[in-house]
C-alpha cells in the first residue's frame, strides 16, 4: 500500500505535458520532470540529461512491468523526449529503465546494436571500456555499465515476482544462464525464436518462495527438483498487467526445473485491472 501511495504521489505532481514531434504532427504526450516544477532541465540534444528521474525505475525499484499502465507510458515517453540511448552517464540507466517499462524491444535491441557498433572516440564514448561501464576515479551506480539493462531484456522482477524474456523480441531467439534476481534466485532459460520458452531452471540460495510469470501463458506446468521430486504449485495473476503467474516454496540450495504440462490448463485468481499503481 505504501508503494501505491508513493507512486501516485509522484505521478500526480511530477508529470508534465509537453508538445513533440511525430510523422509531421504536434503531438501532446505526458512526461516525467526532474521535481514539481521543473522538466526541461537537459532538454533533448543537450550534453547531459542522464535520466534522473528515471531512476525511481532503477536503481529505486518503484515502477516495473507490473506498475501503473499509465506512469509506464509516461516513463516511456521520457525515455524518447531525453533521447539519451549513447550519454556515458545514462547508459548505465536507460537501458534498463526501457526495458522495465515496456519500451518496444526490437527498438530497444537496435539502439544496443548500435552502441556496440559505434566507432567514435568522443567526450561521451572514451571513458568506456567493456560492457559499456565508465572507467574513471569516480561515478556510482554508473559503474555496471551496460550489464544491468542486458541481463533486465531477458529477466527481471517487479514487486516481488519474476520474469523471463520480459524485453527479448518475439521473433528472436534466445538463451541465458544464472541471472541473479532478487530473493537469491539464479535464473536460466532458453527459447526459439517465435517460441515460448521451453524450460526456466532456478536455483535458490536463501530458499525464499518464488513467484515466476508464467512463461506459458495460463498453461499448467510441471516443476521438480534436482532429483526429480515433484513441488506443490499455485497460480495467481499479477497486479496491473494481468499475466499468469506460479508460486512454489523452495528450499536453500535447490535447484527446480520448470516445464509447461502436457496437458491441463491452470487455474488463476481473478484479474482486476487496476490504475493507482503496483
Not at 515496456?102 to 530497444?108: N, Q
Not at 559503474?143 to 541481463?151: A, P, Q, W, Y
Not at 527479448?168 to 532459460?189: C, D, M, Q, T, V
Request: with cysteine; hydrophobic share 35%.
Amino acid at each position: 500500500r505504501v508503494r501505491r501511495q508513493r507512486q501516485m504521489c509522484i505521478r500526480d505532481s511530477n508529470v508534465f505535458e509537453i508538445e513533440t514531434t511525430e510523422n509531421g504532427q504536434t503531438v501532446k504526450k505526458k512526461i516525467l520532470g526532474y521535481s514539481e516544477h521543473d522538466y526541461s532541465m537537459h532538454k533533448p540534444g543537450a550534453v547531459g540529461g542522464a535520466e534522473v528521474q528515471l531512476e525511481l525505475v532503477q536503481p529505486g525499484e518503484l515502477w516495473g512491468f507490473d506498475s501503473d499502465p499509465e506512469i509506464l507510458e509516461v516513463c516511456r515517453n521520457t525515455i524518447e523526449y531525453h533521447n539519451t540511448w549513447t550519454y556515458a552517464n545514462s547508459i548505465p540507466k536507460v537501458y534498463a529503465h526501457a526495458a522495465r517499462t515496456g519500451y518496444d524491444p526490437e527498438t530497444l535491441v537496435r539502439h544496443i546494436k548500435a552502441l556496440a557498433n559505434d566507432p567514435s572516440d568522443n567526450a561521451q564514448n572514451n571513458k568506456m571500456k567493456k560492457n559499456y561501464h565508465i572507467y574513471d576515479g569516480q561515478h556510482g551506480v554508473e559503474k555496471v555499465g551496460l550489464l544491468e539493462g542486458m541481463n533486465n531484456l531477458m529477466c527481471q522482477s517487479d514487486g516481488g515476482i519474476v520474469k523471463v524474456f520480459p524485453a527479448w523480441p518475439a521473433a528472436r531467439g534466445g538463451k541465458f544462464s544464472n541471472i541473479r534476481e532478487k530473493g537469491a534466485f539464479l535464473l536460466s532459460s532458453e527459447r526459439a525464436a517465435g517460441e515460448l520458452p521451453a524450460y526456466v531452471d532456478v536455483a535458490s540460495e536463501k530458499g525464499q518462495p518464488l513467484e515466476l510469470v508464467n512463461p506459458w501463458n495460463g498453461a499448467a506446468v510441471n516443476v521438480t527438483t534436482r532429483s526429480g521430486a515433484a513441488v506443490e504449485v499455485s497460480y495467481g495473476r499479477t497486479r496491473n498487467s494481468g499475466e499468469y503467474t506460479i508460486r512454489f516454496d523452495t528450499v536453500p540450495g535447490e535447484t527446480y526445473h520448470i516445464v509447461r504440462a502436457e496437458t491441463e490448463t491452470a487455474a488463476a485468481g481473478p484479474f482486476a485491472l487496476t490504475l493507482d499503481g503496483g
